[in-house]
Each structure stands twice: as C-alpha cells, then as structure tokens.
C-alpha cells in the first residue's frame, strides 16, 4: 500500500493497514525500559511509572493478539531488578501480582496462555502462588502466548538448561554428543517457542540488559526513544512495519 499522506508520518490507521499487507511477525519481545524516568520526569515517585506501564502491557497484549502475534515476551523483572531500594522491589513483585490476576478474565476471554518464566527463587510466596494460579487457568487456551519474563536473566536461564541436560547425561538419558541448537533451545524456559523475530527496547538504551540471550541470535532489533508507560499502538505498527520492510538474511547472502 502507498502512504497517502507523503512526507508527512502516517497516522495509526494507515500504520496498521500496512502492517496487515504482510504476515504478522511470529514472535515479538519487548524490553519495556523508562517507567522511572517516565515518573521523574512528572515529580512523581518512581512506582507511579511502574503503574501506568502496566496500562501499556494491557494496550499492547491487545494489539499483539489482535494483530494475531502468536508469542509476545514482556520483560517485567530481571534477576538484576534486586539490586534497587526494597520498597520498590517490593512493589513491582505485588504490581505483578495484581495485575495478572485483574487481568485473568480478558486473558481467558481471548484465549491467551500466560507463562511466567523466570527463577522461582527470591519470588515471594503468595506472588508465587498468584503467578501459579493464573498460569494454570490459562494453561489450556490455545491463542497467543504471553510470556512474562519475571525474576528473568537470560545467563540464568542457561545455566538452569545446562542443570537439567547434565542432570539427563548423569541418569544416562542423554549422551553429550546429542546435545545440539534444537536440544539447548527445548531446555530454555521458552522451550518450544520460535525465537523472537523482533524485539523491541524502549527509552532508547542500545542494549540487551540480559534478556534472551540465546533466543536473540537473529532477533530484529528496534530501539525507540519513547518511554514505556507512552508506548502505544501507534509505536507498535511502527516497530512493526519497520520490521517487514528489513530483509533477513540470516547470514546468506
Ligand atoms: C522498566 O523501567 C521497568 C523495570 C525495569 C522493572 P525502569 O524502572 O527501568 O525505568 P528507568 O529505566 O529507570 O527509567
Ligand atoms: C531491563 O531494564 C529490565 C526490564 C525492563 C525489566 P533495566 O532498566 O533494568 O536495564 P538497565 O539497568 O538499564 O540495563
Ligand atoms: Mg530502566
């Protein structure tokens, strides 16, 4: 489709008729940065940022899947996240919490499947335990895949697959010469899902902050400078569309 407003950016409605001239990317991951500078910059606390973007997790969960994305990856928390003051650590652990349990009854309306992935560990009990009752309730749709990177680091993530293929070599399941790409990728917490094709980082730090560090091999990378709580649709097909017009050559030629 040819844009017809020229020079000028194209508005939401034509981004997204041209998003819809080719297949929607498989797989979208998002690096959801800028919730505390969104906040500083208002002379409000930084949680106050952390709240709102979690308004827009639930704008762009429905752009995904109504664009019929079949995984999304939102990073909520990293195994680095620990190191910020307890009463904002605390905070996210219980914005978690909430809103993917407010959130269950559009989850099953839609037909999402929530997976958390990320280490169990340090992760409060009944954070744990909310975090387990939805990801049961969704277990059985058949939709997009949500997947929450929480508590997540993807150096953990390897060295929780590697664990578990040595653990199968020491009860003798496993020979070392099996252990290939397709084997690594099933022991991953995303074991089974089509690395990303995009992924997206907002508030502009050019930088992988320890997010899927196998699954990124061929990742698509776009940077964008707007912060995460004022991240829309809009960037969305933005991202999008500047992902379908990059031509993927995966090392050929
Ligand atoms: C992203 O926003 C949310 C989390 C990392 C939990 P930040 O809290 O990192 O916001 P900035 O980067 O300080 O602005
Ligand atoms: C990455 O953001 C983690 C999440 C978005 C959850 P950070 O704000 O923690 O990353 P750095 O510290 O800028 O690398
Ligand atoms: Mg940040």
Redesign the pocket.
Known sequence: MALKSGNVAPDETELLELVRTQPAPQHVAVI???????ATRRGLP?VA??SE?VKAARTIVRAADALGIRYLTLY???SE?WSRPSDEVSM?MSLLERSIHRELPELMARNVRLRVIGRAEGVPHEVKRGIDNVMDETAGNTGMTLFMAFNYGGRDELVDACRALARQVQAGELRPDDIDDGRIARALYTGGAPDPDLLIRT?GEMRISNFLLWQIAYTELWVTPVL?PDFGTHDLYRAIVEYQRRERRFGGV
């Open positions: 959801m940065d800028g919730n505390g500078r969104w930084r940022g952390h973007g909520a928390f990293s996240n996210l508030s995460w």
